[in-house]
């Protein structure tokens, strides 16, 4: 496993004996947290959960907001600086915004982004911006109203074009995230990255991971995408990364924007990971690849004090898996669980 980045996230600090953070016995300090705050979507991406959807989970066995809140205060102890909000669909969980406004309000949480599918999102992007939202990660796969609606299996594509403009109009740094499928055309991909021709969006490919909600393990096969997108676009050049980051990131002459490519089934970033999930019913994941390392709802309905959290969370952290593959071969799965559980 290769991986220039991975220095940017030691030293001295990032000693697995250092009391004051988050550090798994590999050296990587976790500085981000992804919290999905829901396991409903309105979306049913082929790539993310079967038609009928997941089944899904009764609301009292989802942490609420005040348990997330006084998860982050305990996780922004163990400095985390950066939040990421997801689902399932976020905004299909009431009273998202005064939960952004409280997970803002926290010591430390430098910053806080949310990932959405954009459909509902059009609605509420002055509130955002009013709620000091770092920035939207938008999930779309294709600029053409039919294929979205193969890929999507609902019809709403004007909805998210709609979020995707009003994002731009109101200055709200914006991402588009795209899987990339076995049909996924060239001239998708190029319309796609068309979208940062004029205004400063980065696109970014991601390789279809193994997580589905089908009953079996597909065999993957994403091709090399890097290959695929340098072949499309020659004169692309990448950046160098100051930051921990999944996505590798090019420059293309004439464009405001950039292109990212996200190899989540190759994973080659794994040396350079600082972030952890935690799923709707509140089970951490050090790893997205992992089973679950630890059932903060279990914990916090205990009654366990905010020490006695921190403490397991370090435990947890320091016994992370290497990488996502030995994490993969650990949990010794045989379906494909779905995105909409985990939180992408
Ligand atoms: N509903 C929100 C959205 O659509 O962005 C947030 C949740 S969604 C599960 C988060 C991300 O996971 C999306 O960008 C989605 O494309 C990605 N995703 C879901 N299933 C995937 C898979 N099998 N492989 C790669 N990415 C996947």
């Given at each position: 496993m290769t991986d220039r980045r991975s220095e940017d996230n030691r030293g001295e600090a990032a000693s697995p004996h250092n009391p004051a953070f988050l550090v798994d016995k590999n050296g990587r300090r976790i500085t981000y947290l992804r919290l999905s705050?829901?396991?409903?979507?309105?979306?049913?991406c082929r790539y993310c959960c079967p038609e009928a959807g997941i089944p899904l989970v009764p609301h009292d066995q989802i942490l609420t907001f005040e348990e997330l809140v006084r998860l982050v205060e305990v996780f922004a102890r163990l400095g985390v600086n950066k939040v990421r909000l997801t689902g399932g669909?976020?905004?299909?969980?009431?009273g998202l915004i005064t939960f952004i406004k409280m997970v803002r309000a926290i010591s430390g949480i430098d910053s806080l982004y949310l990932t959405t599918n954009g459909v509902q999102a059009a609605g509420y992007l002055d509130d955002l911006k009013e709620a000091g939202i770092s920035g939207l990660n938008l999930s779309l796969d294709t600029l053409d109203s039919s294929r979205y609606k193969e890929i999507?299996?609902?019809?709403?594509l004007s909805e998210v074009m709609r979020t995707f403009h009003g994002a731009i109009e109101r200055n709200i740094p914006i991402k588009v995230n795209s899987v990339v499928m076995e049909d996924t055309k060239d001239s998708e991909i190029a319309d796609l990255v068309g979208l940062g021709k004029k205004d400063s969006v980065t696109v970014r490919f991601i390789e279809k991971m193994p997580f589905s909600g089908a009953d079996h393990i597909a065999k993957m096969d994403n091709g090399n995408l890097l290959d695929r997108l340098r072949k499309i676009f020659p004169e692309m050049v990448e950046e160098h990364a100051d930051i921990p980051s999944t996505a590798r990131v090019f420059t293309l002459p004439g464009y405001q924007g950039k292109l990212g490519v996200i190899e989540g089934n190759s994973r080659h970033f794994c040396r350079s990971c600082n972030k952890v999930r935690i799923t709707p019913t509140g089970i951490l994941k050090?790893?997205?690849?992992?089973?679950?390392?630890?059932d903060l709802r279990e914990v916090l309905r205990a009654g366990c004090k905010d020490e006695e959290i921190a403490e397991l969370l370090k435990r947890s952290v320091r016994s992370r898996a290497s990488d996502g593959h030995a994490a993969e071969k650990k949990s010794g799965r045989f379906s494909e669980p779905s995105m909409a559980g985990i939180g992408g």
């Open positions: 705050v829901t396991d409903r979507c309105d979306l049913r669909e976020p905004f299909a969980r009431q999507t299996r609902r019809d709403r050090t790893c997205l690849y992992d089973d679950g390392t630890l």
